[in-house]
């Protein structure tokens, strides 16, 4: 039972560049978040899918796309790179049940040059 | 919106010190829960605790505890007995009915053996 899981663990992009960060768990949750992780800044929501098939924006948006390929996988795409998405990015998944905890997973380090 | 204060910054301790973190947060909402996560040197984030707004009896759990108090809108944390174990950013998070958490900036506790 793995939990959560995101690859790759570490990226480096050049400004422009576009990829897609993997994430994955086998805990049969329904609900899957994207935050990302800044110096000083705490965590912000970046997208979160409530169920398989939902997906909405979270408090940063902008710059990102996302995918809830099944109940299982949950990805986010950043189409431009751009310096200001140097950040570490975690995944994490909850029940579907209001305010469960969320699990997070061991993040994506992600430099964008 | 949903608001997470946690003032402190850095602390730093000397081993078996008690060390006391504070949380204050802001919500409209009258049923909302509260959390608690560790972020070690490694970069995980391990979930401590979750509260939800109608329980406000405090937590112990090993050496760490608890205290929730909704007249003042925090939920402060406390290691008894600090050790080296316990350096880490601790992230104090609250959610709203969508199950989005707002994180605190974190506190850096730093244990000096």
């Known amino acids: 039972n793995a939990g959560v899981t995101q690859t790759p663990k570490f990226q480096v992009l050049k400004t422009g560049q576009s990829m897609t960060l993997q994430c994955a768990q086998d805990?049969?949750?329904?609900?899957m978040y994207w935050y990302r992780q800044d110096p000083g800044m705490g965590l912000r929501l970046i997208y979160y899918?409530?169920?398989?098939?939902?997906?909405d924006k979270g408090e940063v948006p902008n710059g990102y796309n996302v995918s809830r390929l099944n109940k299982r996988e949950f990805s986010l795409r950043l189409e431009s790179a751009a310096p200001s998405q140097t950040s570490v990015y975690f995944c994490?998944?909850?029940?579907?049940?209001?305010?469960?905890?969320?699990?997070f997973g061991p993040g994506t380090r992600l430099l964008v040059l | 919106a949903q608001k997470v204060t946690q003032a402190q910054t850095e602390i730093s301790v000397v081993e078996k010190e008690d060390v006391t973190l504070d949380c204050v947060y802001e919500?409209?909402?009258?049923?909302?829960?509260l959390f608690w996560y560790k972020q070690p040197p490694s970069g995980e984030l391990v979930f401590l605790i979750r509260?939800?707004?109608?329980?406000?009896q405090n937590e112990i759990s090993g050496r760490y505890s608890w205290n929730f108090q909704k007249s003042t809108s925090s939920f402060n944390f406390t290691i008894t007995a600090s050790q080296v174990v316990d350096s880490a950013v601790y992230f104090c998070?609250?959610?709203?009915?969508?199950?989005?958490?707002?994180f605190g900036k974190g506190n850096q506790v730093v244990v000096i053996p």
């Open positions: 919500t409209r909402d009258t049923t909302y829960y």
């Open positions: 994490a998944s909850s029940l579907v049940v209001p305010q469960e905890t969320q699990y």
């Open positions: 998070a609250l959610s709203d009915g969508n199950n989005r958490l707002a």
């Open positions: 805990m049969n949750h329904n609900s």
């Open positions: 509260r939800n707004s109608f329980d406000e």
């Open positions: 899918s409530a169920s398989e098939g939902t997906t």
